[in-house]
């Protein structure tokens, strides 16, 4: 049994999933996000951090929780040791506003740490704090913006499937493309409403190509799935990118004017004013309900 399963396991008791129903009656407002590829290396934490910045500049408040389980990339992406992870939550030992770490221009992420690994002896009385101190994350944020990891595991497919919004990542590269449309199959299959995709084309050659790109991805969605997918943007290739990732700086603010930056920050008013799906409860506390009940 993976240790989701786990989690899972225990909140669904009758006492644990009437907890989370009541504090789901709680006004809670947040936007919860899944960024996220059908494969690796397509720049996913890149585009999730740079639009969490762009976010910030518009006045809200974001946060990041890194859900890529022991890999850590927001933090090596930024250049910052955070003091605790996820992992002092589930103990008890720190609350969710504790383990946010300071970002850069206001931004702030939670990591993953060690990941769910922790929850394999976690207890109920544990397992009762940590969904009680997801209440502070929707007074403290706007946006939330789960990075999950790469590929379609079942892993990844739950947190998509439990967020109102997916942003997808894909590249141009026809693997990448299957492997975007595969994770939208998978979701299509699940027994449950899905949350609505959003497309983002990274690493093109100019506009028009990412645009084909998403004419494609479009078409094979909705005649074989009858699944309609938003158009968010596209990114051209840009070396000021890689000169940033070694600098472990975001690009938004080590190369302001460069075409990456221009290209996030239209990804980031689009995505702004896009309506969010009314039929779905918003807040981290329906997201972990979702998570907690994937079939349900």
Same mark, same amino acid.
């Given at each position: ?11 669904? /008791? ?98 993953? @740490?060690? @990941? ?67 994770l939208i199959k ?23 190509? @990412? ?18 997918v938003e158009y ?25 004017? /460069? ?28 997201f972990v309900r ?7």
């Amino acid at each position: 049994m993976d240790q989701a399963n786990k989690l899972r396991d225990l909140i669904r /008791s009758r006492e644990k999933m009437q907890e989370v129903d009541e504090l789901s009656e709680a006004q809670c407002n947040a936007r919860v996000i899944a960024v996220t590829s059908g494969k690796g290396g397509v720049g996913k934490t890149n585009c999730t951090v740079n639009m969490a910045i762009q976010m910030r500049r518009q006045g809200l408040r974001v946060v990041i929780i890194d859900a890529d389980f022991g890999l850590a990339n927001i933090e090596v992406l930024l250049g910052i040791v955070p003091r605790y992870s996820l992992a002092e939550v589930f103990k008890g030992t720190r609350t969710i506003e504790e383990v946010l770490t300071d970002g850069p221009e206001g931004i702030r992420f939670i990591s993953g @740490g060690s @990941g769910l690994r922790e929850l394999a002896n976690v207890s109920e009385r544990e397992l009762s704090t940590f969904v009680r101190s997801l209440v502070e994350l929707d007074e403290l944020a706007d946006v939330i913006l789960i990075d999950t990891g790469a590929g379609i595991s079942r892993a990844v497919l739950n947190l998509v499937m439990a967020a109102n919004e997916a942003i997808i990542v894909t590249t141009p590269e026809p693997t990448s493309v299957t492997d975007a449309y595969a994770l939208i199959k998978m979701a299509k299959s699940e027994p449950k409403e899905m949350p609505t995709f959003k497309i983002i084309v990274n690493r093109t050659e100019e506009e028009s190509e @990412g645009r084909a790109v998403f004419e494609k991805l479009s078409k094979v969605t909705a005649q074989f799935l009858n699944v309609r997918v938003e158009y968010l943007g596209t990114i051209p290739h840009d070396r000021d990118l890689v000169r940033a990732v070694k600098r472990q700086r975001p690009v938004v603010q080590e190369y302001p004017i /460069s075409t990456f930056t221009k290209a996030i920050e239209r990804i980031g008013n689009r995505l702004m004013n896009i309506h969010v799906q009314p039929t779905r409860q918003t807040g981290i506390l329906s997201f972990v309900r979702r998570l907690m009940n994937p079939r349900g």
